[in-house]
């Protein structure tokens, strides 16, 4: 007797299935030294808030975006029709659509949490408490932060992009992983998202430091909207004297 499982629950539960297993993956990974960002020594120090408090945020915004994908895939009904007229373009039409609406919903909510001085102090700014970033702490967010930014933006890139539930179990599954590795604090060799996209883990971190606070809103995908408005800041990668390697902003920002 089999047990079928439906696209909906599929499609609620493997962004979750997908976070913690690729961040275990770089858990494991965080170890190698001379591919991190900064010292397993800095993330100790200059971390705000301990690990345990992290996993308990995650959970509670994943308690959260559960409930309305559910509340979504209810609305929008099952496949049965959309199978029909499946497409490799009409899929890759959604997937774009989807990282377009997502990219530019978390780009304005993003930098407006910034330059409001309210919502940073008393929401935005717990996020900042990783001043080192590490994968499963990429979505530890305010329950307000993790409620606007995340599940509204994913709610209108699945809407406004028309994607099926069973669409979206690998279009969030992919956004996931990505944003985990924008926060995994490592560069590997080889890792085609640092190959395809020039919002990688090097470009988040210069966002968590002071000095580029006010720059490289633009998540979990591109960096035209950081392009087009001037918050954009280049950097380098460089050795670490004491092993590793580090993003730091170009001389002309340094000047400044």
Same mark, same amino acid.
């Not at 989807?98 to 304005?108: E, G, H, K, P, R």
């Not at 950081?226 to 918050?231: A, K, M």
């Not at 050795?239 to 400044?256: H, I, M, S, Y």
């Given at each position: 007797m089999g047990f079928a499982v439906s696209d909906e629950l599929l499609g609620t539960v493997a962004p979750?299935?997908?976070?913690?297993?690729?961040?275990?993956?770089?858990?494991?990974?965080?170890?190698?030294?001379?591919?991190r960002l900064h010292s397993k020594a800095e993330e100790e120090e200059k971390n705000l808030v301990s690990?345990?408090?992290v996993v308990k945020g995650v959970l509670l915004q994943q308690l959260v975006q559960a409930v309305v994908a559910i509340i979504l895939?209810?609305?929008?009904?099952?496949?049965?029709?959309?199978?029909?007229?499946?497409?490799?373009?009409? @899929?890759?039409?959604?997937?774009?659509?989807?990282?377009?609406? =997502?990219?530019?919903?978390?780009?304005?909510?993003?930098? #407006?949490? /910034?330059?409001?001085?309210? @919502?940073?102090?008393?929401?935005?700014?717990?996020?900042?408490? =990783?001043?080192?970033?590490?994968?499963?702490?990429?979505? #530890?967010? /305010?329950?307000v932060e993790g409620l606007l930014l995340d599940t509204v933006?994913?709610?209108?890139?699945?809407?406004?992009?028309?994607?099926?539930?069973?669409?979206?179990?690998?279009f969030f599954s992919f956004a996931t992983i990505k944003t985990v590795d924008d926060h995994?604090?490592?560069?590997?060799?080889?890792?085609l998202f640092h190959m395809v996209f020039k919002n990688n883990s090097a470009y988040h971190d210069v966002h968590h430091q002071l000095y580029g606070s006010k720059f490289n809103f633009s998540q979990p995908f591109f960096v035209v909207w950081?392009?087009?408005?001037?918050?954009y800041m280049p950097y380098t990668l460089e050795?670490?004297?004491?092993?590793?390697?580090?993003?730091?902003?170009?001389?002309?920002?340094?000047?400044?």
């Open positions: 979750i299935v997908v976070y913690w297993l690729y961040s275990g993956i770089y858990v494991a990974l965080s170890s190698l030294e001379s591919y690990k345990s408090s895939f209810t609305i929008t009904g099952s496949d049965a029709e959309v199978d029909k007229k499946f497409s490799l373009l009409v @899929l890759a039409r959604q997937f774009v659509t989807a990282m377009i609406v =997502l990219d530019t919903w978390q780009y304005f909510i993003h930098r #407006y949490m /910034h330059h409001n001085k309210f @919502l940073y102090k008393h929401i935005h700014s717990q996020h900042h408490r =990783l001043i080192v970033p590490y994968a499963y702490g990429a979505l #530890y967010n /305010h329950p933006g994913g709610a209108l890139s699945f809407l406004i992009s028309g994607m099926s539930p069973r669409t979206s179990i690998f995994c604090g490592l560069w590997l060799p080889g890792n950081d392009r087009i408005l001037g918050t050795k670490r004297t004491d092993g590793g390697l580090e993003a730091r902003p170009t001389k002309e920002f340094k000047d400044d």
